[in-house]
């Protein structure tokens, strides 16, 4: 057992004084007479000690409700939390082009961003003491998840998102870097990265691609692009060169940061572009250990509470004094 303030049990070193005090003083008298001989023949009785056991329950209380003070508490576990020292954000995109099947697995066709949701939720399984976080844009940008330990909730944030969820007739990458570099930027981890996942060029947003990558440099955050779509199916399907992404300048925006820039024909590469992004260097771990502690207050302070409501009916009933 530990207590949350134990200062507070110096307070226990008073009763036995105060105790010592009150007993020297004694009770005044209730009744005076003008004669000792009044009283002569209650001189041979013998004095009851209830007094003294009701006294020693109204102190073992006051002695309850002190320990209570300092917030008596049972540890029930412990958790070891390891954080690698690398914090990474994903900004994935959610235009409409997004929803383009032009992958395959297992012989049915698949959206890109469906693909992108499946690659991305094993990387988050793959990399369990890392903070990550989530940043997804389309004609703007908007933080789903901030960087975290708690992944569980980072897969529910992912397993939530849907094209449209906001305006999906656009692309802004630019606005899409900058929100997830603001999640960097004031951290102190030894490694920042960005994982950019687009299937466009950028035509949407306030801030420039490359305005953006200059920025992550000089906070020395690393940008891994990705460039989703299958050129064959998009051809086949004949659609426009706008549902494609923009190789060079995804590359440039790499190159500025230190980065690496991929490109995912089909889903077996997306797949081993993520195995190789997990292949980052990883630092010596260091533990957090987070305790769960069951509180022993409220027990204590009704036991001290049982002993004063006992100390008063026993005083009123069978203990009851003569004046």
Request: avoid cysteine.
């Amino acid at each position: 057992m530990t207590f949350a303030h134990p200062y507070f049990l110096l307070w226990l070193l008073l009763l036995p004084l105060l105790a010592w005090l009150k007993g020297r003083r004694g009770s005044p008298p209730a009744f005076l007479y003008s004669s000792v001989r009044l009283v002569e023949g209650l001189t041979r009785v013998r004095r009851s000690r209830s007094g003294a056991f009701l006294a020693a329950l109204r102190w073992l209380a006051l002695a309850l409700f002190i320990v209570a003070l300092a917030q008596p508490r049972l540890a029930k576990s412990t958790t070891e939390v390891k954080a690698s020292g690398i914090d990474i954000v994903v900004a994935l995109d959610l235009s409409g082009s997004m929803n383009t099947p032009d992958y395959e697995v297992n012989g049915q066709r698949i959206s890109r961003f469906n693909l992108a949701k499946s690659v991305l939720e094993k990387f988050v399984g793959e990399r369990p003491d890392d903070r990550l976080g989530l940043v997804v844009f389309a004609a703007r940008a908007f933080l789903a998840s901030p960087l975290t330990l708690d992944h569980d909730y980072l897969l529910d944030n992912i397993d939530r998102l849907e094209i449209g969820t906001i305006n999906s007739d656009a692309t802004a990458i630019g606005d899409g870097l900058v929100t997830a570099l603001n999640q960097l930027r004031d951290l102190q981890a030894k490694s920042k990265i960005i994982v950019l996942m687009t299937d466009g060029a950028n035509n949407s947003g306030q801030i420039d691609p490359n305005t953006a990558a200059q920025a992550a440099a000089a906070l020395g955050v690393k940008v891994f692009t990705v460039g989703l779509g299958n050129r064959e199916q998009v051809e086949a399907m004949g659609l426009p060169p706008g549902f494609l992404p923009d190789d060079d300048a995804l590359r440039q925006i790499s190159q500025t940061t230190g980065g690496t820039f991929y490109r995912a024909e089909n889903s077996e590469k997306l797949r081993q572009i993520y195995a190789e992004i997990n292949r980052l260097e990883k630092t010596e771990a260091v533990v957090n250990k987070f305790t769960q502690y069951r509180e022993l207050f409220p027990w204590v302070v009704s036991l001290g509470l049982v002993l004063l409501l006992a100390e008063l009916v026993l005083g009123q009933t069978w203990m009851r004094r003569l004046p």
